[in-house]
């Protein structure tokens, strides 16, 4: 026993120093995880269809938008459907804001017209576009078309041989070139407007992801400061700490030798938490923060309620490793209630918000099962491995 005791001690020791050089050499929160729009800055824009609109026509409208802002560079774009006929977009680290906001809300109908006005062809019947360089004009647009556009622009071509063909995306005009030669490979290619490689490719972009299936129009525009998300994240830095700090000194005050090993387990907790945030990709935010620090009082609490139902065995008169057996039995069924009752409540946030109530459910989620994982197994653990030491076996300083 007092060498399972002595494993247990350097064990505990061992968890201790692994997790402040976890937590301050690596800083996996700021190194690794994404940060969403209110902590990073960026864009928030809300579209709102000018007309009637179907259910399958803003998911279609809402996969175009996604499709613009991945290629577009920013990372973790968060769209979603809001109400019957809005889109909102939150753009998190974006640089050229304009730019964005004129990619995800154009509407993107390419159409090329005769001298007369009439409609050759449209962007349905694109298959490709793509971005290059030219020697001698500079950055291009290269057009592909289906088989049905191929035979309309070569006809065309053929019609309108030595006259102007326009190009137009949605109402404005790229260019008007003078047909030299009938076309007959389904090939075309835009030039002149693009001043580098980059609006070039932005524009086969928009190309390529089609043109949105209703008209849509931006109803809100908000640009959100990195320095505002800086100050959140170190006022949220500075609470977390504070609560954690409290948390531990209340811990150690009332449970003693117990408090310490909810105290390590609290530090499991965190790590499991941060590892699974950055294996699933999530974006934090200021909610998510919120999320996190909520559920780590859910895992203090499992050990209070764990601790008191060990100190009733101990006052009945039972052993330390009988009295820890029948408290985490007796306290497994109410903490078993809370998590799930908990659990249920975020995936209802999750299901019914959007955005940053999402992000919240999801931490929480995630600290929900890390806390039951933590207070359960590694709470019940270590107080085993370190039964035999003298701190567990004088009940003062087991438990106060």
Request: net charge positive.
């Given at each position: ?44 824009v ?110 065309a ?12 995306l949605?109402?404005?005009?790229i ?56 100050d ?14 409290l ?76 009295a ?40 929480l ?36």
């Amino acid at each position: 026993m007092r060498g399972r005791g002595i494993v247990g001690l350097i064990l505990i020791v061992v968890v201790v120093v692994a997790v402040y050089a976890y937590f301050t050499a690596v800083n996996p929160i700021t190194r690794y995880i994404k940060e969403g729009l209110d902590l990073k800055g960026g864009v928030h824009v809300v579209l709102q269809a000018t007309g009637p609109a179907t259910l399958a026509d803003m998911k279609k409208a809402e996969t175009i938008i996604a499709f613009r802002a991945n290629k577009f560079g920013i990372s973790e774009p968060a769209i979603q459907l809001q109400g019957n006929n809005q889109i909102v977009a939150d753009l998190a680290g974006v640089k050229d804001q304009q730019a964005a906001i004129k990619m995800i809300g154009q509407t993107a109908q390419l159409t090329f017209k005769a001298p007369n006005g009439s409609v050759i062809l449209t962007g349905k019947d694109l298959t490709s576009a793509s971005a290059s360089l030219d020697q001698a004009v500079g950055p291009i647009v290269n057009l592909q078309f289906n088989a049905a556009g191929t035979r309309a622009f070569a006809q065309a071509t053929k019609t309108y041989l030595n006259k102007t063909i326009s190009i137009y995306l949605d109402k404005s005009l790229i260019e008007s070139p003078t047909v030299q030669q009938v076309i007959t490979g389904g090939q075309a290619m835009i030039s002149g407007g693009f001043s580098n490689l980059t609006q070039a490719q932005q524009m086969a972009n928009l190309l390529n992801s089609g043109a949105l299936p209703i008209p849509m129009h931006i109803i809100e525009a908000q640009t959100v400061s990195p320095t505002l998300g800086q100050d959140s994240v170190a006022r949220s830095a500075i609470a977390g700490l504070v609560s954690m700090a409290l948390i531990i000194l209340i811990m150690l005050g009332i449970y003693r030798y117990a408090g310490l090993i909810a105290d390590i387990a609290l530090s499991i907790y965190l790590i499991i938490v941060v590892g699974a945030l950055i294996s699933f990709g999530a974006v934090l935010t200021l909610p998510g923060v919120a999320g996190i620090i909520l559920s780590a009082a859910i895992a203090v609490d499992a050990n209070v309620i764990i601790f008191a139902r060990i100190r009733d065995e101990l006052r009945a008169g039972r052993t330390i490793g009988a009295a820890i057996d029948h408290g985490f039995k007796n306290a497994l069924r109410a903490i078993m209630d809370s998590n799930v009752s908990t659990v249920i409540a975020a995936s209802v946030l999750y299901y019914f918000g959007t955005g940053e109530v999402r992000g919240f459910a999801v931490t929480l989620i995630i600290g929900v099962l890390a806390s039951f994982v933590t207070a359960v197994g590694v709470t019940r653990y270590l107080l085993r491995l370190s039964e035999g030491t003298v701190l567990v076996r004088n009940p003062k300083l087991f438990l106060g």
